[in-house]
């Protein structure tokens, strides 16, 4: 009797770690890669990139500024969308596999604080000029509240270029120099504080054009944005 129970032990936790590990390859399958993510597939895009003349950097697994860089070169000139990521479009024009397991890096790994908060100061700067410095410590917030959300990207890189997130992105406005005042609002919000209470969206009423985003519970107004769950 205790062989037959010590054999059923052993069989159910062995499904449950093959269910476990199944379940976990299965998420990360043709994940998209951004800046923040690590791994083989990256060491891959980094050798594509240089063998190409693309990109000049260091194959370190690591998805860092030159990656991204690069990336969007290869992106203009084969006609993709310029956004930085390698997506399934831009994975299938570099001959990568889209079922290579990878690994995406938390805020922090693999990219050092000051690319966080340059990174962070600029899209604060480009979404909230003019705004309250409330305001753009709140747009900061609603960044890493995203990071944090299992339903977004886990890496700040990851949030701020996923496509179609973020208008900046798609107009280049992202790109130009934060003033002090947005890099003093980027170092308020990664050091904890968060004056949208845990919003994931924010807008503009006055521009805003997706009738979906309406669908979102508003929790407060700082400014010309609105702020949601």
């Not at 998805?63 to 310029?82: I, M």
């Amino acid at each position: 009797m205790r062989r037959i129970k010590t054999l059923a032990i052993f069989f159910i936790s062995a499904m449950l770690f093959l269910s476990i590990s199944y379940i976990a390859i299965e998420r990360v399958n043709g994940q998209n890669l951004y800046w923040g993510s690590r791994g083989d597939d990256v060491r891959e895009l980094q050798t594509k990139l240089q063998r190409w003349g693309y990109y000049d950097g260091p194959i370190s697994s690591v998805y860092g500024p030159q990656t991204f860089e690069a990336v969007k070169d290869f992106q203009r000139a084969n006609g993709l969308a310029v956004d930085g990521v390698v997506g399934p479009q831009t994975r299938a024009a570099l001959g990568m596999s889209q079922q290579r397991v990878t690994a995406a890096a938390s805020t922090g790994q693999g990219v050092s604080r000051s690319d966080d908060i340059n990174l962070l100061a600029r899209i604060i700067h480009a979404e909230a000029k003019g705004e309250p410095y409330e305001g753009k410590v709140a747009v900061g917030a609603v960044i890493l509240n995203r990071v944090r959300n299992p339903a977004f990207p886990n890496t700040m890189a990851g949030v701020i270029y996923q496509p179609c997130a973020f208008e900046p992105v798609k107009n280049g406005s992202i790109n130009q120099a934060a003033d002090d005042e947005a890099y003093r609002a980027a170092r308020d919000s990664l050091n904890g504080w968060d004056p949208t209470g845990g919003a994931i969206y924010f807008w503009n009423p006055a521009t805003a054009t997706s009738r979906w985003i309406w669908t979102r519970q508003i929790t407060l107004r700082i400014g010309r944005h609105v702020f949601a769950h």
